[in-house]
């Protein structure tokens, strides 16, 4: 299980072959991108880290038990991210499909609810709002 707030990329194959096991029937590998809105250049995400990683870790034990999950990874970045680049994956291993779509729904929800990890749009020297 890898649960982290990062600034580096993410190796997404290397998760994939790293926490699969030989009870996965699904897995399901959810990607977050730095989107173009229109008027934006980046976005600076912000973490509070340690309160963060322990969120991180409850939604996993939670999504866990709810789902009957046999693994889940979590690795969310923060910093400055370029349009394109990769903001969150979300990588759930589970017997059968239905479970794994299903959990791995649940905590990119719960993420977006809970956590404390703020967004602001960047275009040129202009800055958005910093919004949760």
Not at 20 to 48: H, K, P, S, W
Not at 63 to 92: M, P
Not at 109 to 130: C, D, F, T, Y
Request: charged content about 25%; some cysteine; hydrophobic content about 45%.
């Amino acid at each position: 299980m890898v649960l982290a707030l990062q600034k580096e990329d993410i190796d997404i194959g290397a998760l994939i072959s790293a926490s699969r096991t030989n009870n996965d029937g699904a897995q399901i590998v959810f990607v977050g991108c730095v989107r173009d809105d229109g008027n934006m250049d980046a976005l600076e995400i912000e973490a509070f880290v340690p309160v963060a990683e322990k969120d991180l870790a409850y939604i996993a034990e939670e999504a866990t038990n709810k789902f009957g999950l046999n693994s889940v990874d979590i690795i969310h970045r923060y910093g400055r991210l370029a349009l394109g680049e990769t903001i969150v994956v979300i990588l759930v291993g589970a017997g059968h499909r239905p479970e794994a779509y299903e959990g791995s729904r649940f905590i990119i929800e719960r993420l977006k609810e809970k956590v404390p990890i703020w967004k602001q749009e960047l275009s040129g020297n202009a800055r958005g709002e910093w919004v949760h």
